[in-house]
């Protein structure tokens, strides 16, 4: 599995703006292959700031790579820049390999 998350450093009384736009987009990535979950995170506040991350699952490294090359990503992201006065700066882009993934045991499962 591949980990994709955006770090957002969103200016202090912008959050509703930000998470509107967030909440009411076309997103695609349901459409997409290898595509597992998103979730949009909304962190502490700091002095001039409150921290947004999106975070996305994707299966494998390849099927995040393809989606960022795909039309249904332009299309998603046709209107980012309009989004730009809420930041104070550009979103932080990180990508993880999943090495490992501990879950909660099913209380049907068989041992």
Same mark, same amino acid.
């Given at each position: 599995?591949? /980990?994709?998350? *955006?770090?957002?450093? %969103?200016?202090?009384?912008?959050?509703?703006?930000?998470?509107?736009?967030?909440? *009411?987009?076309?997103? @695609?990535?349901?459409?997409?292959?290898?595509?597992v979950a998103f979730h949009l995170l909304k962190g502490p506040a700091g002095a001039d700031h409150t921290l947004y991350a999106s975070h996305? /699952?994707? @299966?494998?490294?390849? +099927?995040?790579e393809a989606w960022t090359k795909s039309e249904a990503f332009r299309t998603a992201h046709g209107r980012a820049g309009e989004r730009k006065p809420l930041y104070l700066d550009h979103p932080q882009f990180e990508g993880f390999e999943v090495r490992q993934t501990i879950g909660?045991?099913?209380?049907? +499962? %068989?041992p």
């Open positions: 599995m591949f /980990i994709a998350m *955006n770090r957002f450093r %969103v200016k202090k009384g912008s959050e509703e703006a930000f998470e509107s736009a967030w909440l *009411n987009r076309d997103s @695609q990535l349901s459409t997409m292959p290898g595509f996305t /699952i994707w @299966q494998s490294r390849a +099927a995040f909660r045991a099913r209380a049907d +499962a %068989v």
